[in-house]
């Protein structure tokens, strides 16, 4: 396998994204994604951020096991995920879940900044590794309980979470700056849906379900400890 190879496997993820968009437009409300998150998903070269025996599969439109009882996220919800937080370059990102840092890699080519989270250290080494095989130097990451967020780096402009609490996390809701943006899924595990929370400049919260999904629990709490 080579990176033309890969080229034309990224290409067909990219009609199947396209597709899926299409399938679920009256939920999302819009017919096709963000041109340049678009953009992004045809570029960041997502095998490079799965185990080296699943790489055949990388560009497939599922989850795929990265180890640990965790998953890198289909490609679709990434994309969408990333559309409905509507970033801006000037942007500074709080993830909660690393993974082995593909996610990542999307948003830090879309936003100025990106503080990424992981609970498990084993996957935080992976993707640091990962990371910087590539050349990203505007992500950083630390090994923590997302549940926390980052409150030496806060506020964020956008928050986005890969793992589902039951309900959001209030350290993540203060963490939202006014006028930001929040993705997550939330919901006991056989009923999560998709959230878009927005903080206006007021303070003021409003959410917006718009998928049914399925993403491993966050775990955490408000009285857990914020380091491992």
Known sequence: MN??????????????????TNYV??????????VQVMRVMGKVPRHEFV?????LYAYCDTPLP??????????????????????????TVLEIGTGLGYHAAILAELAHKV???EII???AQQANLRLHRLGYTNIETRVADGYHGW????????????????????????????????????GLPESQKLLLVQKDEAGTLSSKEILDVRFSQMEGSEDSHCFR
């Open 121 to 123: 250290e084993e996957l």
């Open 51 to 55: 185990p080296v025996e699943l790489q």
């Open 66 to 91: 990265i180890g640990y009882d965790k998953t890198i996220s289909q490609p679709f919800i990434v994309a969408l995920m990333t559309d409905l937080l509507a970033l801006q370059e000037t942007d």
């Open 25 to 34: 437009q009256d939920q999302i409300g819009k017919q096709a994604l963000d």
């Open 151 to 186: 409150p030496e780096i806060a506020p964020f402009d956008r928050i986005i979470a890969t793992a589902a609490p039951d309900l959001i996390p209030p350290p993540l809701i203060r963490q939202l700056k006014r006028g930001g943006r929040m993705v997550l899924p939330a």
């Open 3 to 20: 990176e033309v190879y890969f080229a034309t496997l990224r290409e067909q993820m990219m009609e199947d994204i396209t597709i899926h």
């Open 115 to 117: 503080y990424s989270v």
